[in-house]
């Protein structure tokens, strides 16, 4: 398997574009109004909050079918079902949506495979079904989530063991030296 190698700047783009095709917009109010809750839950292995745990199932399938586990954890080890169930806590303006594009996916996977739900499909069935919803509003919504819920801090109820800082290769700490990053090294050579 190939490793790919993602600058900071490219996944900061690639992120925002995630955000801009999702019917939600993480506000710091609602992040923080839901992360305690989130984190409690992952903890524990808690029972879901909003999503019902056939839901929960097939949001998880999606979420490791975006960041899966290969050589690096993916996002069912970073928790990010958690953050998902929380962040679409009591929005029914996007869980309405998001409900109807899980029953469209599920129509999808009965049609195409015969299978009742998604998260009982095969990777490469599951890969086939979400590359036929990618461009549109429900994949776009939960890809946002599962980066969010992946990437965020762990305080936010996903990235548990902050498996996805590792992923990318964040270190969390207190405080930076110089040069701080790949642009300030370069300034600084360029004045010697």
């Known amino acids: 398997m190939n490793e790919i190698t993602l600058s900071r700047r490219a996944f900061l783009a690639r992120t925002s574009a995630a955000a801009r095709n999702s019917l939600i917009v993480l506000s710091i109010p609602m992040i923080i109004s839901g992360s305690q809750q989130a984190r409690a839950a992952q903890a524990l292995d808690a029972q ?5 745990a056939q839901e ?16 690096s954890p993916g996002a069912t080890e970073a928790g ?10 009591e929005r029914n303006e996007i869980l309405t949506p998001i409900r109807e594009g899980l029953a ?14 998604f998260h009982s499909l095969s990777e490469d069935q ?3 079904l979400l590359t036929q919803v990618e461009d549109g509003l429900f994949f776009g919504t939960i890809r946002f989530l599962t980066i969010a819920g992946t990437f965020s801090l762990p305080e936010y109820g ?4 902050q498996v996805g800082w590792k992923m990318i290769g964040f270190e969390n700490r207190h405080m930076w ?7 300030d090294a370069d300034y600084a ?4």
């Open 48 to 52: 879901f909050s909003t999503l019902t």
């Open 56 to 71: 929960a199932a097939e949001f998880a399938a999606i979420a490791a079918r975006i960041i899966p586990t290969d050589v």
């Open 80 to 89: 990010a079902i958690y953050f998902i169930d929380y962040a679409l806590g």
């Open 104 to 117: 469209e996916l599920q129509a999808m996977a009965q049609s195409t495979y015969g299978a009742a739900t």
């Open 126 to 128: 599951q890969d086939n």
């Open 158 to 161: 996903g990235n548990r063991d």
């Open 177 to 183: 030296t110089p040069p701080y990053g790949f642009y």
């Open 189 to 192: 050579a360029k004045g010697e």
